[in-house]
């Protein structure tokens, strides 16, 4: 008995000390499983991949949507090129015959006299490359690339293949430039980004243990187009105007919008400098002035890029005294038959105030300030406007305030008018006719726009439509009237008087036969009022009984010193745009 429990015992510890070596076995085996998984993994796997199966992931990318202005013509596309790649392993391993056939035939479709630029990848130093961006070959067409595939296809091109790419193109080079935009940072191109972007598409390859590919395709969707409100007829107009007056009058720089006052549909929009939208340090349009008067060389190219109409601010001078006039006279601060004389000059708060070039205006009524542009009328018709009143409607035209136009970086000027507190009688005798703030273009054609349609404030915008890839509409931009401001008969009486202006006042310039034209001229001094700078424009209106088109332009520093360029601008601009608008002189 004692011996067969001994033989037992025996057993158990043998059995313990199999386990013991089967679990350290085990145990070693599972330590080496992973040390070569966190040592080794992913070279083993790519090994695996290599001779069993492997996976490609490929991008499509998404095509970036059209802008088209409101006819369909093409303003910015974005075409399918393809740059050549040249593989120098592969040209190297092949016989002389194929090289030499490679470079002929290349040579021939690329039209390319000198050789050498073929032959180099011959050389040693490329004997171990098999991608070369070919600098002779970038951003070929589908055409010339089907032509090369097949004579690669024929055997004649060996070595040589396609690297697919995207080219933004503006058919009209700098036309339309500052609306239009680049890389996503300026302009349309980058306030509705998201919408012409689109959504890049994917090609999965895998190739199976056999050596076949197995390919799954997710198709790119293609970005939103653009149709804008803008018509590139008008802008041509506009920017050859523009450019003429530049040269002729040696402008720091010169501005001009053409809107619907009615819809708010901006017809055309231009800043002189530009620049070419296909090469976008390209400079077109520079006076000598700019290039003195700019003060640090590294800035020079982000000020010509941006867009002055709604991201620079002036002061507008007399072309705000019908807004000023409109606010005193719907808050029945004034009447239309009040009368208010001007001697040429007027003391007030120990200051003294003169008309332009000393005139006595004598006894007027508020349209016959606005058509002689009496800033002693002025004056006087904010004596009788409390800063209250003048304040409310100076918030309800939207002076100081984002008019919403669907353009980045447009400025408020919100620190640049001014508040209540700060609006004393001396400070509310400037604005009455236009001095001692500033605003942005576009707000003050957003609000004279108001004054002019009976009352309505309209939100400015330039985009017309937005269309998918497929050229349905997807989504369409109706008027926006933001509020009323002043009535309709207030509106009519401010017509009136603008009318004058350019049948017999200030802006005769822009008095085109057989079109009745409201308007109202502008010279402000700049700076300190002490350097002998102005700033000239002309804001008007046609046909002034029923608005259909208006026009800002301003010239910065223009040499004249008055605002008879400008009228001579909008006079040419208008007596293009209006025919072709459908809008004809009356018998």
Partial sequence: MAKQRQNGGLNKVRLLLLVSVILLIFAGLFGRIIYIQVAHGEEYTQAVQAQQGSTQDTTISALRGVIYDRNHNVLAETQQVYDVIIDPKALQSADLVDQQSTIQQLSSVLDITDTSVLEKYLDAEYADSQYER???GRQISES??????????????????????QSRNYPNDELAAHVIGFNNVYGLEMEYDEELSGIDGRIIRTRTEDGQYLEEVVDAQDGN????TLDQTVQYYLEQALAKVMEEEECLRACGIIMNPKTGEVYAMANYPTFNLNNVEEVVGLSSKYTTET???DTFLSEIWSNFAVSGTYEPGSTFKPIF?????DSGSISENDSFTCNSFYMYYDQTFQCAFSVAHGIQSIREIIQNSCNVGMIQVSERTPAETYYKYQQ??????LTGIDLPYEESAASLVYDLDSLGPVELATVSFGQGFNLTPIQLLTAESAVVNDGNLVRPHLVKQILDADGNVISETNTETIRQVISAETSAIIRSGMEAVVETGTGTGVNLEGYRIGGKTGTAEKGDYSEGKYIVSFTGFAPIDDPEVGILIILDEAKSGVSSPAQSVAAEVLSQVLPYLNIYPQS
């Fill in 396 to 401: 309800a035209f939207g002076i100081g305030q």
């Fill in 225 to 228: 187009s653009l149709v804008l």
């Fill in 134 to 136: 070919f600098s002779q």
């Fill in 325 to 329: 006039a409109a606010s005193a006279l």
């Fill in 144 to 165: 010339t690339k089907s032509v090369l595939e097949e004579k690669i296809d024929a055997g004649s091109i060996v070595g040589v293949w396609f690297e697919a790419i």
């Fill in 295 to 297: 003060k640090q060389a």
